[in-house]
């Protein structure tokens, strides 16, 4: 039963692996064709020549996987030659910035439930700053954070908090004001405070709302993170990695360095996912 | 003989849950002729809602056979052979009152669709609401809007699972008197399903009483009162005593045990 | 009323005596940077408490957009004083006053850049992005099989930081818009595939039920009751991916782009230290962040009147 649940995923995911195999060829025909000509033409050159090109446009899928293995398990991880380092001064940021957004949205949106006039005042604000593109402003922000003197995760870690606030204040928001109107009146028969329904109502209601957020706020932390990386010249972590790439032409760099950030990107939202089960079953959730 | 619009021999319907098979209908015998109001009642569980919506074609029966108009049900809702009211009214919410009723002619392609549509609402005496809203309507008048649909391609069956059941006694009784009263002018067949007894009684033709696990058919009682029926036909011995039998239909298939 | 008031004053003559008490040297002191932090306390605070005190007074109809209204303007206040009373240089923060002589100055650089990155990549690639997420939904809806294969994976896409293949798109696109545009594509692609997905779920089993008796083929049904009930989700995506098409277009111009667009000029002036035309483009961006996710709440509104969420 699993396998047969498991299949059309296994399908669309081998479809991929083929087609991208099946595009190399074409891709990389503008610097294969003069060598397969020199080689005498014919099949088995063009296939060899697409999958094993040392610059090419569409690296095969071998290929990336063969750099990633070069520079996570062959390089010590502390080198500057290693991806894992590289990605752990991005995930360092990212983290810092996750912590600090998410802890920024749940202040805010505590304080937007219990004063209005503080609802009024910045909810609009709150939604329109979201107009504004962050990512593409971060380059200004990083350079005149950067002359503050604060240490460079700081500096980069406040585009992540930028990022992530949002989804937390607003899903926060809900999830405060998620309790029916039959809950919150039991809490005013008994003369709770309003501490004391933000502690025993409000906040056990808004976890499943917080969870979800945290969820996306992580990912874009990360974005945050890697695009913080890119104005400075900076020469370590995973935004680095790819400008560097990108200037360089060296297409596998890219690929590698994207690779091992996605990767990054799925482990995080899974742990927040298994955070998220075991909070819920503690509080007798439905599996 | 008038025609048969529903024949069912021998049906029977097991779901495959999660927890096993489950037979929600056991050796269903059933015949319904032309022009009848036939109630199925019974409590939570029994089958009633399974067989009505074996007769749309909405569920498909395990065992046994079933007809709808002399042909197979799946063919009777291809040829759009009855009408279906539903426990909630199901009207689109973006569509105003008469483009709701409007839209099963939409689907099949009738003529005569603005001709339709206003004598229908004015069977169920909601000429002037046509350009309102559903949700600007009471919960009643919504399910007169979906019945007036139920109407509006003019099928000879009119299958309705619980209808009223959602309403308050007062908004149900003033109902049923309309229903009967539109059943009256239209001379169409009736299927309906409900769990309460003056319901039953005061509506019907004939009453099939049906009780749980396995969901089967205790007692079919033919209701000899008069066709004209008015509210306060519910408080004479004779509709009393035709509502002690279902009762006791109900008892003897262990409906009021746990 | 009491509190607001007396909250107004004291923060209003606590920002005051910050102000009084910058070095004004320059470079800025690390003190200066503490006394920073305190004024943008103390000025929100007051900006806050006196959009509160005009709550206190308004009628309810008048406040909804007033108060945040002089909430804003009390923070550009703010900003404005900050930049006077602190001598900050011009290149690490110009002042409100500042940004708008240089934005109308600038209005034949800005109109370009505006063309570059937001008609030729931003619309463009919105368009076409939400336009396939959409199709390749309705093929999911056809084929159970492709919707189980797909959505698992567009779920994961969705979380990845999707900026990182905007070298890639550069290398196979090309300098110019094209690669922007793609890049728009790509990040508006599985928001929009998710949300029509979960919207063609969301028409009840008895309006299925329903038209099911109604013997109504999968393209009535769909166009008469799923794509209906479907449009608040879609329009979700659609605004959601207002904003991801304008940031994908501008940090995709950080890769690689000739010499005009939003994200080019950005990036050269900070270089440049000419943060007022950094400036000018943000507030570009944000005017057309705000106009376009407008439009589309506009038409929300028209097209899903009759959404609970609309009846007050």
Known sequence: MRIERALPLLAVTLSIFIAWYLACIPMNAVLTTPKVAAAGGGLANTLTFSWNEARPVLPAPHQVFREIWNTTFAVEPWSIKSLIYHLWITLSSTLVGFVMGGLLGIILAIGIVHVISLEKSLMPWVIASQTIPILAIAPMLIVVLGKTGLPDIFTKASISTYLCFFPVTIGMVKGLRSPDVMQQDLMRTYNASSAQTLWKLRLPASLPFLFASLKVSVAIALTGAIVAELPTGAVSGIGARLLNGSYYGNTMQIWAALFVAAFAAAILVWLLGEMERQSLKRMGAKA | ?258 | MTRAILTLLVSLGLSLLVAASFSRANPPTGQDWALSLAFVICSWVTAWSLSWVVDLILPKAQSRWLVPAIFGLGVIAAWEAYVHASAIPVVLLPSPTEITAKFVNSMPTLMADFVQTILRAVIPGWLIGCGAGFLTALACDRSDFLRRGLLPLGNLVAALPIVGVAPILVMWFGFDWPSKAAMVVVMTFFPMLINTLAGLNASGDMERDLMRGYAANWFTTLVKLRLPAAMPFIFNALKINSTLAMIGAIVAEFFGTPIVGMGFRMSTEVGRQGLDMVWAEITVAALVGSTFYGCLALLERKITFWHPSYRR
């Open chain 2, 1 to 258: 003989m008038a025609a048969q619009v529903v024949s069912a021999q021998d049906l029977g319907l097991t779901f495959q849950t999660g927890d096993g098979a489950v037979e929600a209908l056991s050796k269903i015998n059933l015949a319904v002729t032309e022009g009848e109001f036939v109630s199925f009642i019974g409590p939570s569980g029994c089958g009633k809602t399974t067989l009505l919506r074996a007769i749309a074609n909405l569920e498909v029966p395990t065992s046994g056979t079933l007809t709808v108009n002399g042909m197979s049900a799946e063919q009777a809702r291809l040829a759009r052979a009855y009408g279906y009211v539903f426990q909630a009214p199901a009207l689109l919410p973006w569509r105003k009152v008469d483009d709701n009723v409007r839209l099963p002619l939409e689907i099949m392609g009738l003529d005569d669709v603005a001709g339709r549509v206003s004598r229908n609402l004015e069977l169920v005496n909601l000429a002037g609401f046509e350009k309102k809203f559903p949700w600007q309507l009471s919960g009643g008048m919504q399910q007169r809007v979906s019945i007036a649909r139920a109407l509006a391609f003019d099928p000879h069956l009119l299958l309705m699972d619980e209808p009223f059941g959602a309403l308050d006694e007062i908004v149900r009784d003033k109902l049923n008197q309309q229903l009967l009263e539109l059943w009256a002018r239209t001379k169409k067949t009736i299927v309906f399903v409900t769990h309460s007894i003056p319901e039953a009684v005061f509506l019907s033709t004939r009453i099939i009483v049906m009780s749980p696990r396995p969901g089967r058919i205790i007692d079919v009682i033919d209701v000899d009162l008069p066709k004209q029926r008015k509210l306060e036909i519910r408080e004479t011995p004779e509709f009393l005593k035709i509502a002690h039998r279902v009762r006791e239909g109900l008892k003897t298939g262990h409906s009021y045990e746990d």
